[in-house]
């Protein structure tokens, strides 16, 4: 990934990626990101685990600056959570000179991403039929193939990043008729061709 990062993106280190390089770690912060606050005991019941197991995890994500209590929420004991940024920038040059155990927190932080981008395209596919044709004439699951050097791959992605970026002033407000919450997945990576 590159530099380029929005207001509402947090950064990631060698720190912050050991707080938050584990599954069920990244499954609490992606339901809090796209469903908004929630109790530690709702999103055990949402991702099937105990609310000792979701307690535990979502403090270590406030102690990594991830999550935050959400506290004009809660009532009494009741403890609702918020995640503090709605996206996470990852640059490799960050962790070139990494220790063993960052680099191995990095396959985890990567291989789950890929994992989660890989259930939210199956869950679009089995539901495909459900969404209005609007929205199936609105979807896009391309695959391209170019020949480029790192710096023009660079440079796409940057390019690609400022385009979606524009469309955050064109957000359309949540009772918008036909309105929703779209998921863009982009990778570019080298394949080897020999």
Same mark, same amino acid.
């Given at each position: ?50 609310? @000792?197991? !979701?307690?535990?995890? /979502?403090?270590?994500? #406030?102690?990594?600056?991830?999550? =935050?209590? &959400?506290?004009? $929420? *809660? ?28 680099? @191995?927190? !990095?396959?985890?932080? /990567?291989?789950?991403? #890929?994992?989660?981008?890989?259930? =939210?395209? &199956?869950?679009? $596919? *089995? ?46 407000? &949540? ?20």
């Amino acid at each position: 990934m590159t530099e380029h990062e929005t207001p509402k993106q947090r950064r990631l280190d060698a720190r912050s990626l050991r707080g938050l390089a584990h599954p069920l770690r990244m499954q609490l912060l992606d339901a809090l990101r796209d469903h908004g606050p929630a109790t530690a005991s709702q999103l055990a019941e949402r991702l099937g685990e105990s609310s @000792g197991a !979701t307690s535990y995890h /979502l403090r270590q994500l #406030a102690d990594h600056g991830f999550v =935050e209590d &959400a506290p004009e $929420l *809660g009532r009494g004991r009741e403890r609702w959570w918020q995640a503090v940024a709605q996206g996470l920038a990852y640059d490799s040059t960050d962790f070139e000179d990494a220790s063993p155990e960052v680099r @191995g927190l !990095t396959e985890v932080f /990567l291989q789950e991403g #890929a994992a989660r981008h890989a259930r =939210e395209l &199956a869950a679009w $596919l *089995g539901t495909r039929d459900a969404w209005s044709p609007a929205w199936s004439r609105a979807t896009d699951m391309s695959d391209m193939k170019l020949r480029l050097t790192p710096d023009l791959a660079l440079e796409l992605i940057e390019k690609m990043h400022e385009l979606i970026d524009g469309y955050r002033d064109r957000e359309i407000a &949540a009772d918008a008729p036909e309105a929703e919450q779209v998921r863009v997945h982009t990778h570019l990576f080298p394949i080897d061709t020999k």
